[in-house]
Structures are given as structure tokens and as C-alpha cells.
């Protein structure tokens, strides 16, 4: 099994940056792709994006494209969402998965973490 942990969540103005992490342990994490994923309340769950195990593919949301960058630390077990320029439709809580193969459905990941909140205040 693989166990994950976010952090770095918190409150950030409008335009400011955040960057989260998640932290895993059990298996070897470099074997995993990892998805990012967030939901607000009442609202469905959102795919964000997702690096592949090897670390040199990644894909994006159209709606964070360009404004947020996935990358891995596979020494530190470590997978990494920076993110610029937040919107107030950025607030949300925002959950990292592991699977075998990257996906952007939420039903393709084995493991998943228990959300950091993000809050954007205008």
C-alpha cells in the first residue's frame, strides 16, 4: 500500500502563490503516477492534473494550465503542486492520488490522501 499526506494548504490573497506537497510512504513512490484533484462544496470532483511515475509527462486541467506545475522529488518520496497567480475560484480542498498508470478520472487512482484546504480571499 501507499500512505499520503498533504500539506501546505492555508489562506492566500488573490494573485499570490501556494505550493503543496505530498508525502508518501510504503511502496516506492517513483513506481506511482500522481494525481492532483480538488473539490469545492456542493461541486463535484475536479481533476487538476497528474505526473507519470517517470516524472517527464505531465497534463493539466485547462483551468490551471499555464498557472499551476507538478513535479516530484522521487529521493524525498515527495510530489509537489506549485501554484501561481491563485483565483478565488482556486479555493477548494485539493487531494493528491497514486496510481499505476496517470489518469484524469478520480476512479483510476488506488491511494488517496485526506486533503489540505486551500482558501483564495479577494
Known amino acids: 500500500q501507499v500512505q499520503l499526506v498533504e500539506s501546505g494548504g492555508g489562506l492566500v490573497q488573490a494573485g499570490g502563490s501556494l505550493r503543496l506537497s505530498c508525502a508518501a510512504s510504503?511502496?516506492?513512490?517513483?513506481?506511482?503516477?500522481v494525481g492532483w484533484f480538488r473539490q469545492a462544496p456542493g461541486k463535484e470532483r475536479e481533476f487538476v492534473g497528474t505526473i507519470r511515475w517517470s516524472g517527464g509527462n505531465t497534463d493539466y486541467a485547462n483551468s490551471v494550465k499555464g498557472r499551476f506545475t507538478i513535479s516530484r522529488d522521487n529521493a524525498k518520496n515527495t510530489v509537489y503542486l506549485t501554484m501561481n497567480s491563485l483565483k478565488r475560484e482556486d479555493t477548494a480542498n485539493y487531494y493528491c492520488?497514486?496510481?499505476?498508470?496517470?489518469?484524469?478520472?478520480?476512479?483510476?487512482?488506488?491511494?488517496w490522501g485526506q486533503g489540505t484546504q486551500v482558501t483564495v480571499s479577494s
Open positions: 492520488a497514486a496510481g499505476r498508470s496517470w489518469s484524469v478520472y478520480a476512479d483510476s487512482y488506488d491511494y
Open positions: 510504503g511502496r516506492t513512490f517513483s513506481s506511482y503516477a
